[in-house]
C-alpha cells in the first residue's frame, strides 16, 4: 500500500511508451510476434521492429484481417500481439475479434493505442470511449487499462506470461510516471495508492493521475479518501473494492470513457448485487468528444481533478 | 498419413453424403448443399492430399492444416473428421443438439478434435491461415495450409484483405480453395451480387490461380490438388467448380437447399439415392 505524499514523480511520457519499450525489451522472447496496420510508430514498436524484422509484420491498412491472421499465428503457440489505434482495434473489428479470437480461445494480445478523449485533435472519429465495454462483454477476455507509463510497460511484460485473449488499452497524452519501481503489477489486483475514510475513489487509466491530484486538494481540506488503481477492468478486483466501500461507505467511479458498460456500469452492477453503496462518476455521460488539446477535453467534459474535487465536495456535504 | 482406412475414398464419400443428409434431418436444420457439393473436396483432402499426424493435435506443427471458413458446411466436415477417426462416428448423431461438441458451426470451445478457430462468421478463415502459414515459415516447417471458402463468401472485403496480405507476405504455403457452386442464399451468385471474374481478380491480387473444372470427380480433385501442393512456389487459390447438393436429384444446383433440412420423404427418397457398404452412424 503506498500513500499519495510518497509517490514520487519519475519524468514525463506517454503510456504508448511503455507498450513500445516493454516490447522491445521483451525481443529476445522468439515466441513474440507483432503486427501492426500503418501505425507502427503510433504505437511505438520502432524499436521492436528493428531488432526482429522477421517477427513484426505490417498488415496494411486492414485490421480485420490483422485480427485473423493473429489468432492463426497464436495457434502454432506464438505469440501475438495485434496493435493498431484503439477504434481500430476494437469497433472496427469486433466480429472479428468476437468469433476468431474470444470464442476460440486464441492467445492474441490486442494492444491499442490512442484511447479515450486525451487521443485529442483528431476528434471524435478517434476518440474511441466505448471499448472498454465491448471488450469487457467478451467472455474469455483480460482487459487492462493501465495509469502511466511504467504500469503500462508492467503490464504489457505481464499478459505476453499469460494463455488468455487480451485487451491491453493506453493512450497518447504525456503524464507524469508516478507508480512507484517496486510496485506490483498482478492481472487482476487493484493497486492501492492512498488510504482514507471519507470515500473510496475507483480510478483507471489517465484519470488516476488527476485523483491523486484531486486527493492532495482535498486532503488539505481533510477530507480524505481512499483510492484504488483499477489497472484490471476484467477480472474485476471486487475483493478490493468491497474492503473498501465497508469502510467509507460511498464510492466514487474515474474513467475516460461512456458511463454506460464502463468500469461505472460494472462497478455498480457488482456492487448492487452484493453490498449497495452510493456511487457517482466521473465519465463520459453518453457524448462524443471533439478536437482540443487533451487537457482543455477533460476540463470541458469534467474527466479531470477539479471536477473529483467538486463532486467530492458536494457529496460530503449533503 | 494419418489414415490407416482401409475404405476407398468414394464409397466414404458416399457414405458422407448419408451422413449430411441424415445430420440435417435429424437436427430439422443445417445446410445440405454446399456440404454434398464440397464432400470430394474434404474426402480428397482428408484421405488422399494433406500430410497428418494420426492424431488431432491443436498446434498443428509438422503437419499440413485445413481451416473451414465457410462454417455452415459443417455436416460435411463433421462426417469427414469422424469417419477418418479423430472422433466416434456415433457422436454425429448430436449434431446441433443441446451439449453437443457438433455446434452448428465449427468451434474449438467444445474441443471437438479437428477444429481449431470458430467460424460461421464469414470471411474470416483465409486471415486465419494466412496466420498460420506465417507460423508454419517463422518455425521453418515444409507444410501446407488449407482452407475452404465459399464463392458468395468472396463477397466479404476481409477476404481481399487477406488477398493482399498473403501475397504481400509471400506465403508460399498457403492453398485457398473457392467452392464454386454460383449459389448463395437469395439465389445465384452472379445475380445477388455479381463476383465477375474470380479467376482474374485473384490473379491481379498476386496470387496463382488454378481452376478445377468438375471438383465432383474424386480423381481429378485428388490429382490436382497433389501436384498443386506439390508444385507450389506462391499463393495459390483453387476454384473447385462444384455442384450444390451433388447427389441428391432434388437438391442439386438450387439455392433452396443451401440451408434447408429434408421431409421424412425426401430424407428417404436422398438414402435411396446413395446406396452405401457402410455402416450409417
Ligand atoms: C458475415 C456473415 N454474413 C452473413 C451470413 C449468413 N450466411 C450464411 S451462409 C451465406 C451464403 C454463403 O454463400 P456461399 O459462400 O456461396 O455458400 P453456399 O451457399 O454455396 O454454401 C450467408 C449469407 C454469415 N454466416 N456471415
Ligand atoms: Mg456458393
Redesign the pocket.
Known amino acids: 500500500m503506498y500513500q499519495i505524499k510518497d509517490l514520487l514523480i519519475r519524468g514525463q511520457k506517454d503510456t504508448r511508451s511503455g507498450f513500445g519499450d516493454a516490447m522491445a525489451e521483451m525481443v529476445d522472447n522468439e515466441k513474440i510476434v507483432a503486427l501492426c496496420a500503418d501505425l507502427t510508430g503510433s504505437l511505438k514498436l520502432d524499436a521492436f521492429k528493428e531488432k526482429a524484422p522477421n517477427r513484426f509484420f505490417q498488415a496494411g491498412i486492414a485490421e480485420q484481417n490483422m485480427i485473423g491472421v493473429a489468432a492463426g499465428l497464436s495457434l502454432s503457440g506464438l505469440i501475438p500481439f495485434a496493435t493498431t489505434f484503439a477504434n481500430f482495434a476494437t469497433a472496427r473489428v469486433y ?1 472479428q475479434i468476437r468469433q476468431s479470437i474470444a470464442y476460440s480461445k486464441t492467445n492474441v494480445k490486442i494492444c491499442a493505442s490512442h484511447a479515450g478523449i486525451t487521443l485529442g485533435e483528431d476528434g471524435a472519429t478517434h476518440q474511441i470511449m466505448e471499448d472498454i465495454g465491448l471488450m469487457q462483454m467478451l467472455p474469455h477476455f483480460i482487459v487492462i487499462n493501465p495509469c502511466d507509463y511504467y504500469q503500462t510497460y508492467q503490464a504489457t511484460k505481464a499478459i505476453a506470461l499469460t494463455q488468455d485473449p487480451t485487451y491491453l488499452r493506453f493512450g497518447r497524452p504525456v503524464l507524469p510516471v508516478f507508480i512507484p519501481e517496486n510496485a506490483p503489477f498482478e492481472i487482476g489486483k487493484a493497486l492501492k495508492l492512498n488510504d482514507g475514510k471519507d470515500i473510496t475513489i475507483v480510478a483507471t487509466g489517465h484519470l488516476v493521475w488527476e485523483a491523486v491530484q484531486a486527493i492532495e486538494i482535498l486532503e488539505k481540506e481533510g477530507i480524505s479518501c481512499d483510492l484504488l488503481n483499477i489497472h484490471t477492468i476484467k477480472p474485476l478486483d471486487l475483493d478490493a473494492i468491497l474492503a473498501s466501500v465497508k469502510k467509507t461507505g460511498k464510492i466514487l467511479v474515474c474513467e475516460e470513457h461512456q458511463r454506460l458498460g464502463g468500469l461505472t456500469s460494472t462497478i455498480a452492477l457488482n456492487l448492487s448485487e452484493i453490498h449497495p453503496t452510493p456511487l457517482k462518476s466521473i465519465s463520459m455521460m453518453d457524448t462524443f468528444g471533439e478536437s482540443g488539446t487533451p487537457n482543455d477535453l477533460m476540463k470541458k467534459y469534467g474527466l479531470s481533478s477539479e471536477n473529483i474535487v467538486k463532486t467530492i465536495q458536494s457529496w460530503l456535504a449533503l | 498419413m494419418t489414415k490407416n482406412i482401409e475404405i476407398s475414398p468414394k464409397t466414404l464419400a458416399q457414405q458422407v453424403r448419408r451422413d449430411i443428409v441424415r445430420m440435417v434431418y435429424e437436427a430439422k436444420s443445417g ?1 445440405p ?2 456440404s454434398l ?1 464440397c464432400v470430394e473436396t474434404l474426402v480428397s483432402l482428408y484421405l488422399d492430399v494433406m500430410d497428418l499426424h494420426s492424431e488431432f493435435r491443436m498446434n498443428g506443427q509438422n503437419e499440413d492444416m485445413f481451416f473451414l471458413s ?1 462454417g ?2 459443417s455436416p460435411v466436415w463433421y462426417s469427414v473428421l469422424a469417419r477418418i477417426g479423430y472422433f466416434e462416428v456415433r457422436e454425429l448423431a448430436t449434431f446441433r443438439q443441446i451439449n453437443s461438441r457438433l455446434q452448428g458451426h465449427p468451434t474449438p470451445y467444445e474441443h471437438l478434435p479437428g477444429v481449431r478457430v470458430a467460424s ?4 474470416q478463415g483465409l486471415s486465419v491461415a494466412a496466420g498460420a502459414a506465417l507460423a508454419k515459415r517463422l518455425a521453418h516447417e515444409k507444410n501446407k495450409v488449407f482452407v475452404l ?5 468472396q463477397q ?1 472485403g476481409q477476404i481481399w484483405e487477406a488477398a493482399s496480405f498473403a501475397a504481400h507476405h509471400k506465403l508460399d504455403n498457403l492453398i485457398a480453395m473457392i ?1 464454386v ?1 454460383g ?3 437469395d439465389g445465384r ?1 452472379q445475380d445477388v451480387m455479381n463476383n465477375r471474374d474470380l479467376a482474374e481478380k485473384w490473379k491481379s491480387f498476386g496470387w496463382e490461380v488454378e481452376i478445377i473444372t468438375d471438383a465432383n470427380d474424386y480423381d481429378l480433385v485428388t490429382a490436382r490438388l497433389k501436384s498443386i501442393k506439390a508444385k507450389q512456389n506462391q499463393p495459390v487459390c483453387v476454384l473447385l467448380h462444384t455442384v ?1 447438393g451433388k447427389g441428391v436429384d432434388y437438391m442439386e444446383n438450387s ?1 433452396k437447399w ?2 434447408n433440412a429434408p421431409n421424412q420423404a425426401q430424407f428417404e427418397s436422398a438414402m435411396n439415392q446413395l446406396p452405401s457398404d457402410l455402416l450409417d452412424y
Do not use: A, K, V
Open positions: 466480429d | 445446410h448443399g454446399g457439393g465457410n455452415h458446411i460461421g462468421s464469414l470471411g471458402m465459399g464463392d458468395g463468401e466479404e467452392d457452386n449459389i448463395q442464399i451468385t450444390m439455392h443451401h440451408g
